[in-house]
């Protein structure tokens, strides 16, 4: 089972940028797809992005498309996702998640490990 920590959460002004990270250990980092998901206070945990084993495939959703990238560096066993444009309603625990086989899903009941979270708050 992989163990993922992330990092790099914290507090930036409206129009800011920020880079969270998630490094993971145990098991072979490249035979997982990763994704990234948020959770705001009183709301459900939903999908922000996701990558492929490899990185060929992405998908973000609506609200942070042309602003966050979703990459990983297989090498140094972490994803990213740099976020540009912040906006405040971006402010939420961010948190990562590893899904193992080899089809690319969204879906957070299909990933199989989760980091503990980092906070991202955008002030406006």
């Known amino acids: 089972q992989v163990q993922l920590v992330e990092s790099g959460g914290g507090l930036v002004q409206a129009g800011g940028s920020l880079r969270v990270s998630c490094a993971a250990s145990g098991r072979t980092f490249s035979s997982y797809a990763m994704g990234w998901f948020r959770q705001a206070p009183g709301q459900e945990r939903d999908v922000v992005a996701a990558?492929?084993?490899?990185?060929?495939?992405?998908y973000y959703t609506d609200s942070v498309n042309g602003r966050f990238t979703i990459s990983r560096d297989n090498a140094k066993n972490t994803v990213y996702l740099q976020m540009n444009s912040l906006k405040p309603e971006d402010t939420a625990v961010y948190y990562c998640?590893?899904?193992?086989?080899?089809?690319?899903?969204?879906?957070?009941?299909?990933?199989?490990?989760w980091g503990q979270g980092t906070q991202v708050t955008v002030s406006s």
């Open positions: 998640a590893a899904r193992s086989g080899t089809v690319f899903d969204i879906r957070q009941g299909s990933y199989d490990a």
């Open positions: 990558i492929s084993r490899s990185g060929g495939i992405t």
